[in-house]
């Protein structure tokens, strides 16, 4: 049976390669037309040879429209590979049924019933789940807002051609639109001139949350309802919300200012402020279309008496608004019962709340217990199907958004803080105020005398200095948002670069300054180096052990304390082997600090778009944790464009979603296991060669300079992409680089080496001078999902990595020794990683990675002439330096643009 499906599976792929194929060609045909259309004969010709590997005469050719027709032509072939997938999908589930698809909640539910787990046991477990994407707005969105808009009517246009009864006019009339459409995107251009402001890049994850998600919610509810069906069991286990997991949303959008100094009080607070209208109008539509589907007469129902005496008093209660609503839909009760809602809601949003209570919702949970009370009378009427089809959404929508839309989380750096407290205690006339150079023993004796006092430092309004304003500033509009719509709006206040205990108590006095600290938001320590990631266990046991935390748990009760892991700073630090292994590690000795203190741990997953930081395929993500870390509560960051790749399309995004959802309840039911010992030596040892060697190259003296002469690194740092700066503080060193920029720079000269760098030597290592242990790691790596996952990502990355590419951007090194030394440490390692994962993996890469090696051979000949430009362009722009600014600038913007048509082909930024 297995063998079966592994062969029909293998059967559907390639068919699916061979539709991408035929609809790319399809594509490429009407893009082809509309240039020659617009007397592009020359560039029409080259881009239709774009798969076939011939020679191209580019001679007189403009660089940027070579440029930018390339890069549209990769575009349309991730559109038809986004739609191949979406079909490959729907067809294995029609042939080999839903649990084929792996992740799905079907095949979670299989895997959950072999192993003995009865229904009730699953039953219980769905409702405790809670999960918690958080849309961020990193600098890694290379695409426009209005370019990514033309690739949504694109797609529309792509599915429509599936529909096989179109008539040839028809089609004809479907490829004029598809002509127009590209047109459009040839005149409007990919790059941003001018950098995006918050205000663009808080629109762009608005749009997600009103008008993608709500919707990808009904959709995913639907896919776990048919797999509880799928497998037979009970539905009445599965009927209501409440039996529901729960699914929240955060952002970082207008709350994430570490090293961002853009994001001021007051965009804070508009920003919350937008959330909560964004919430309350998805409400306020979803009660209009409900109240719609409510046409139940008086005379043929029988509507229960107390419902009816409940009409009345909210009609009563609300005076002429109310008679306005009850008469608009005479003789129609539970019309009436939502269009009193509806005025209620109104009030809500309208902020009058000089009504009283009765006529307007205080909080999500009183509109809650309304919508119930309208589901009960209709389980009484006998319509639970009218129930379940249009009360039932409405209910899920207020779980997931309530009137806050998305948890706004609260960032900033712990140094940044040391210095806000330093201004504020100079400002209070303390003598020795440099708190910065206070050692841990009287940071923690200082901040322990201050917490048992009530008073603040300072009079409200008093200035101390641009940090410490700017710190009280934004908490105190997160006080006054609190104090008049609760605390559902505000997530986490999160502490980037947490090294010790103090870092996170200093928090809670800028929380008592602004009259906060009785609230208890969640203070969560960023684990972000391998320093870090190895002392955060002592730290967060220090933290729940201290008496703030301690008597918060006897107050609270069920206490769950987050803890948010960094995978791209780690990375930076140490290669992504050792990033993994100790974050890995670091879940592990956590999770068993919150075991002793009776807390449950919440890990927040700082991930990026690429491997590198963290990317890769949610469900095996989830699979690849230590088994028995996952509570059933995660968060994890969408960051820049992997929030287009993976929600732009509502297919898509209920894929992800349910993956997200599936897999950590998959994982919130595996056990702990007892440590492997062997494993566990021969993985730290693995690491500890692994980092030494990337520590090698890092450490070389001129490996700075190196660095900067072979990738496109200063372009990044002029580039439109976001609007966070490149560095934290504006230095130039590695350590004040931004991850994203450093992921992002080596990828486009192909070097790729943050993805796999120092694993091939220390594989290598094992192989040569310890056989044993590397046949012990090619048994694991078919049985530990943690292995196998990462070597699998590992491999990617060397796939996608191009010695040919890195020697001529190597050649760009103008110290000869340097680039000889360097380059020899990098292709070296190269040539060993690829050889050891293929042997660790058992059989020859051709074999196992059809898919990925066809993507990259229908990229490969536009790749190569894009790199070709870019380093000609570099050395041109960076030989003129200051010498002619306007022509330097102009040679910028074709950077920028090469930069963002790479990024398109390599599917990824930073």
């Given at each position: 049976?297995?063998?079966?499906?592994?062969?029909?599976?293998?059967?559907?792929?390639?068919?699916?390669?061979?539709?991408?194929?035929?609809?790319?060609?399809?594509?490429?045909?009407?893009?082809?037309?509309?240039?020659?259309?617009?007397?592009?004969?020359?560039?029409?010709?080259?881009?239709?040879?774009?798969?076939?590997?011939?020679?191209?005469?580019?001679?007189?050719?403009?660089?940027?429209?070579?440029?930018?027709?390339?890069?549209?032509?990769?575009?349309?072939?991730?559109?038809?590979?986004?739609?191949?997938?979406?079909?490959?999908?729907?067809?294995?589930?029609?042939?080999?049924?839903?649990?084929?698809?792996?992740?799905?909640?079907?095949?979670?539910?299989?895997?959950?019933?072999?192993?003995?787990?009865?229904?009730?046991?699953?039953?219980?477990?769905?409702?405790?789940?809670?999960?918690?994407?958080?849309?961020?707005?990193?600098?890694?969105?290379?695409?426009?807002?209005?370019?990514?808009?033309?690739?949504?009517?694109?797609?529309?246009?792509?599915?429509?051609?599936?529909?096989?009864?179109?008539?040839?006019?028809?089609?004809?009339?479907?490829?004029?639109?598809?002509?127009?459409?590209?047109?459009?995107?040839?005149?409007?251009?990919?790059?941003?001139?001018?950098?995006?402001?918050?205000?663009?890049?808080?629109?762009?994850?608005?749009?997600?949350?009103?008008?993608?998600?709500?919707?990808?919610?009904?959709?995913?509810?639907?896919?776990?309802?048919?797999?509880?069906?799928?497998?037979?069991?009970?539905?009445?286990?599965?009927?209501?919300?409440?039996?529901?997991?729960?699914?929240?949303?955060?952002?970082?959008?207008?709350?994430?200012?570490?090293?961002?100094?853009?994001?001021?009080?007051?965009?804070?607070?508009?920003?919350?402020?937008?959330?909560?209208?964004?919430?309350?109008?998805?409400?306020?539509?979803e009660l209009v279309e409900l109240a719609r589907k409510l046409s139940f007469s008086?005379?043929?129902?029988?509507?229960?008496?107390?419902?009816?005496?409940?009409?009345?008093?909210?009609?009563?209660?609300?005076?002429?608004?109310?008679?306005?609503?009850?008469?608009?839909?005479?003789?129609?009760?539970?019309?009436?019962?939502?269009?009193?809602?509806?005025?209620?809601?109104?009030?809500?949003?309208?902020?009058?709340?000089?009504?009283?209570?009765?006529?307007?919702?205080?909080?999500?949970?009183?509109?809650?217990?309304?919508?119930?009370?309208?589901?009960?009378?209709?389980?009484?009427?006998?319509?639970?199907?009218?129930?379940?089809?249009?009360?039932?959404?409405?209910?899920?929508?207020?779980?997931?958004?309530?009137?806050?839309?998305?948890?706004?989380d609260i960032r900033q750096n712990s140094a940044y803080h040391e210095i806000a407290?330093?201004?504020?205690?100079?400002?209070?006339?303390?003598?020795?105020?440099?708190?910065?150079?206070?050692?841990?023993?009287?940071?923690?004796?200082?901040?322990?005398?201050?917490?048992?006092?009530?008073?603040?430092?300072?009079?409200?309004?008093?200035?101390?200095?641009?940090?410490?304003?700017?710190?009280?500033?934004?908490?105190?509009?997160?006080?006054?948002?609190?104090?008049?719509?609760?605390?559902?709006?505000?997530?986490?206040?999160?502490?980037?670069?947490?090294?010790?205990?103090?870092?996170?108590?200093?928090?809670?006095?800028?929380?008592?300054?602004?009259?906060?600290?009785?609230?208890?938001?969640?203070?969560?320590?960023?684990?972000?180096?391998?320093?870090?990631?190895?002392?955060?266990?002592?730290?967060?046991?220090?933290?729940?052990?201290?008496?703030?935390?301690?008597?918060?748990?006897?107050?609270?009760?069920?206490?769950?304390?987050?803890?948010?892991?960094?995978?791209?700073?780690?990375?930076?630090?140490?290669?992504?082997?050792?990033?993994?292994?100790?974050?890995?590690?670091?879940?592990?000795?956590?999770?068993?600090?919150?075991?002793?203190?009776?807390?449950?741990?919440?890990?927040?997953?700082?991930?990026?778009?690429?491997?590198?930081?963290?990317?890769?395929?949610?469900?095996?993500?989830?699979?690849?944790?230590?088994?028995?870390?996952?509570?059933?509560?995660?968060?994890?960051?969408?960051?820049?464009?992997?929030?287009?790749?993976?929600?732009?399309?509502?297919?898509?995004?209920?894929?992800?979603?349910?993956?997200?959802?599936?897999?950590?309840?998959?994982?919130?039911?595996?056990?702990?296991?007892?440590?492997?010992?062997?494993?566990?030596?021969?993985?730290?040892?693995?690491?500890?060669?692994?980092?030494?060697?990337?520590?090698?190259?890092?450490?070389?003296?001129?490996?700075?300079?190196?660095?900067?002469?072979?990738?496109?690194?200063?372009?990044?740092?002029?580039?439109?992409?976001?609007?966070?700066?490149?560095r934290r503080t504006g230095q130039r060193s590695l350590s004040d680089l931004r991850?994203?920029?450093?992921?992002?720079?080596?990828?486009?000269?192909?070097?790729?080496?943050?993805?796999?760098?120092?694993?091939?030597?220390?594989?290598?290592?094992?192989?040569?001078?310890?056989?044993?242990?590397?046949?012990?790691?090619?048994?694991?790596?078919?049985?530990?999902?943690?292995?196998?996952?990462?070597?699998?990502?590992?491999?990617?990355?060397?796939?996608?990595?191009?010695?040919?590419?890195?020697?001529?951007?190597?050649?760009?090194?103008?110290?000869?020794?340097?680039?000889?030394?360097?380059?020899?440490?990098?292709?070296?390692?190269?040539?060993?990683?690829?050889?050891?994962?293929?042997?660790?993996?058992?059989?020859?890469?051709?074999?196992?990675?059809?898919?990925?090696?066809?993507?990259?051979?229908?990229?490969?000949?536009?790749?190569?002439?894009?790199?070709?430009?870019?380093?000609?362009?570099?050395?041109?722009?960076?030989?003129?330096?200051?010498?002619?600014?306007?022509?330097?600038?102009?040679?910028?913007?074709?950077?920028?643009?090469?930069?963002?048509?790479?990024?398109?082909?390599?599917?990824?930024?930073?």
């Amino acid at each position: 049976m297995k063998l079966h499906t592994e062969l029909e599976k293998n059967t559907l792929e390639l068919e699916g390669l061979q539709k991408i194929r035929t609809d790319y060609d399809y594509l490429l045909a009407a893009f082809k037309e509309m240039l020659q259309s617009l007397g592009e004969e020359k560039l029409a010709e080259v881009i239709s040879l774009g798969q076939n590997g011939a020679d191209r005469d580019l001679s007189g050719m403009s660089d940027r429209k070579l440029a930018q027709a390339i890069g549209i032509s990769f575009e349309l072939l991730n559109l038809v590979e986004e739609n191949a997938a979406t079909q490959f999908r729907r067809k294995t589930e029609t042939r080999l049924g839903p649990d084929s698809t792996r992740g799905s909640w079907a095949e979670t539910f299989r895997v959950w019933k072999s192993m003995g787990i009865s229904e009730k046991k699953m039953a219980d477990l769905l409702p405790t789940i809670q999960v918690m994407p958080v849309l961020t707005a990193h600098p890694t969105e290379a695409k426009r807002l209005t370019v990514l808009d033309i690739h949504r009517e694109l797609y529309i246009l792509l599915v429509k051609l599936e529909n096989p009864l179109w008539s040839d006019s028809e089609r004809e009339q479907i490829k004029d639109d598809l002509k127009c459409v590209l047109e459009r995107w040839w005149r409007t251009g990919e790059i941003y001139l001018q950098k995006p402001r918050l205000e663009d890049e808080r629109s762009n994850v608005m749009h997600y949350f009103e008008n993608v998600f709500p919707e990808t919610l009904r959709l995913t509810d639907q896919r776990l309802k048919d797999a509880w069906n799928y497998m037979g069991f009970s539905a009445e286990y599965l009927q209501w919300p409440e039996h529901y997991p729960k699914l929240r949303f955060g952002s970082w959008v207008g709350g994430d200012r570490d090293g961002h100094p853009f994001v001021t009080p007051e965009f804070t607070a508009s920003t919350l402020q937008l959330h909560r209208e964004g919430a309350l109008k998805i409400l306020r539509k979803e009660l209009v279309e409900l109240a719609r589907k409510l046409s139940f007469s008086e005379f043929i129902n029988e509507i229960p008496q107390k419902f009816i005496s409940q009409i009345r008093d909210w009609t009563s209660d609300l005076g002429e608004q109310g008679q306005k609503a009850v008469e608009r839909n005479a003789s129609e009760p539970l019309r009436q019962y939502v269009n009193l809602m509806i005025a209620k809601l109104d009030n809500t949003i309208e902020e009058r709340f000089d009504l009283g209570d009765k006529c307007y919702y205080r909080n999500p949970m009183a509109m809650s217990e309304d919508l119930r009370q309208l589901r009960n009378t209709l389980i009484t009427l006998r319509a639970e199907q009218v129930a379940k089809k249009h009360v039932f959404p409405i209910e899920r929508i207020l779980d997931c958004f309530g009137f806050h839309l998305a948890k706004l989380d609260i960032r900033q750096n712990s140094a940044y803080h040391e210095i806000a407290l330093s201004q504020i205690l100079k400002a209070s006339g303390f003598s020795d105020f440099d708190y910065p150079s206070w050692d841990e023993e009287k940071r923690l004796e200082f901040i322990q005398g201050e917490l048992l006092i009530n008073r603040p430092f300072l009079l409200p309004g008093r200035p101390c200095g641009p940090e410490a304003d700017n710190v009280l500033g934004y908490f105190l509009e997160v006080k006054k948002y609190i104090d008049k719509y609760g605390e559902d709006g505000i997530g986490s206040i999160i502490v980037s670069m947490t090294r010790s205990l103090s870092d996170l108590l200093v928090v809670f006095l800028f929380l008592r300054e602004v009259g906060l600290k009785e609230v208890r938001l969640p203070v969560v320590p960023l684990l972000e180096t391998i320093d870090d990631l190895i002392a955060g266990p002592k730290i967060l046991e220090s933290f729940l052990d201290h008496a703030l935390v301690r008597e918060q748990r006897e107050i609270q009760g069920g206490l769950v304390q987050e803890v948010m892991l960094g995978y791209s700073d780690s990375n930076k630090d140490g290669g992504i082997l050792t990033s993994r292994w100790n974050i890995y590690k670091a879940e592990e000795r956590l999770s068993e600090v919150g075991e002793k203190f009776g807390v449950k741990m919440r890990f927040f997953h700082g991930r990026g778009g690429t491997i590198s930081r963290g990317g890769g395929k949610i469900h095996r993500f989830l699979e690849s944790m230590p088994p028995g870390s996952v509570s059933g509560q995660i968060k994890m960051t969408i960051q820049g464009e992997t929030i287009a790749n993976q929600f732009a399309n509502r297919l898509n995004a209920t894929y992800n979603l349910e993956m997200f959802l599936s897999g950590t309840a998959r994982q919130a039911l595996t056990e702990k296991e007892s440590i492997d010992v062997r494993r566990y030596t021969i993985m730290d040892e693995l690491v500890a060669t692994a980092r030494k060697n990337y520590r090698e190259l890092l450490d070389h003296p001129k490996f700075i300079e190196f660095y900067g002469q072979v990738t496109p690194i200063d372009v990044l740092e002029q580039s439109k992409i976001g609007s966070r700066p490149a560095r934290r503080t504006g230095q130039r060193s590695l350590s004040d680089l931004r991850s994203i920029p450093w992921v992002f720079s080596w990828n486009q000269s192909r070097f790729n080496l943050t993805g796999w760098f120092g694993t091939g030597a220390a594989l290598h290592h094992f192989k040569k001078n310890k056989p044993e242990d590397f046949a012990y790691l090619k048994q694991l790596a078919e049985e530990w999902p943690f292995l196998k996952f990462g070597l699998i990502q590992i491999e990617t990355n060397v796939l996608n990595s191009d010695p040919k590419i890195m020697r001529m951007y190597a050649d760009m090194a103008q110290n000869p020794s340097v680039r000889e030394q360097l380059l020899k440490l990098i292709l070296d390692d190269y040539q060993l990683c690829n050889t050891a994962i293929e042997n660790l993996l058992g059989s020859p890469v051709n074999e196992r990675r059809l898919s990925r090696l066809e993507n990259h051979k229908l990229r490969k000949d536009s790749m190569d002439i894009l790199h070709s430009l870019q380093v000609r362009s570099l050395i041109h722009w960076r030989e003129m330096g200051e010498s002619d600014t306007k022509k330097s600038h102009e040679r910028l913007l074709n950077l920028l643009l090469l930069v963002n048509t790479l990024a398109g082909g390599l599917k990824n930024t930073g």
